[in-house]
């Protein structure tokens, strides 16, 4: 089985992603519109032979209701890390900033909306907020740590010059995020 029978190009464009910790989602934002990711396509087509390649890496693709792709690590039990946790954190801050200022949360999956930048640095600079980011060593201004930790990884877009909304990924880590909530 020459290259795993997989397109070489695309095969290393996946590998960068993965392994640098990103997300690939089924949709990207390029050029101020959400397109079919090429990415998300060829690991779609061919999973069995990306997840053949990945094991022996000592890695394993998992899917996010196959909205998205993402690698764990096989020698690291712990599904859950220090920045999964902050993660969690941010986008629950996020939230609660929102709703605390009368702006319903649905503003991150509207592509045409998001919320700026300015308004989540506001976020940040909540007496309440700030103590909870700073306890779990997130830094400020907000927006710093959501380019580093949900931009960089593919939970957020950046969409125009000063707005975020959510990615596929983004979507549904929100989602299950406050069904767990819900169902408290």
């Known amino acids: 089985m020459k290259n795993f029978e997989l397109n070489t190009i695309a095969s290393r464009e996946i590998y960068k992603a993965l392994i640098s910790g990103k997300i690939i989602n089924e ?4 050029n101020g519109e959400l397109s079919s990711s090429a990415k998300f396509n060829e690991l779609t ?19 996010l209701s196959g909205e998205a792709f993402f690698i764990t690590r096989l020698d690291k039990q712990e599904e859950f890390t220090e920045a999964a946790a902050n993660i969690q954190t941010v986008l629950l801050m996020i939230s609660r900033g929102l709703t605390t200022r009368g702006i319903s949360p649905q503003i991150l999956f509207d592509v045409a909306g998001g919320v700026r930048e300015r308004d989540v640095d506001s976020i940040g600079e909540d007496e309440d ?5 700073q306890a779990c060593g997130i830094s400020l201004p907000l927006t710093k740590s959501v380019n580093s930790l949900l931009v960089d990884r593919g939970i957020f877009y950046k969409v125009g010059i000063d707005r975020y909304m959510l990615s596929s990924s983004g979507k549904v880590l929100f989602n299950r995020l406050f069904e767990r909530e819900d169902e408290k």
């Open 129 to 133: 907020i700030a103590k909870i980011l």
């Open 27 to 30: 949709y990207e934002y390029m």
């Open 45 to 63: 087509n061919n999973i069995d032979q990306y997840r053949n390649l990945y094991s022996l890496l000592g890695f394993e693709i998992k899917s």
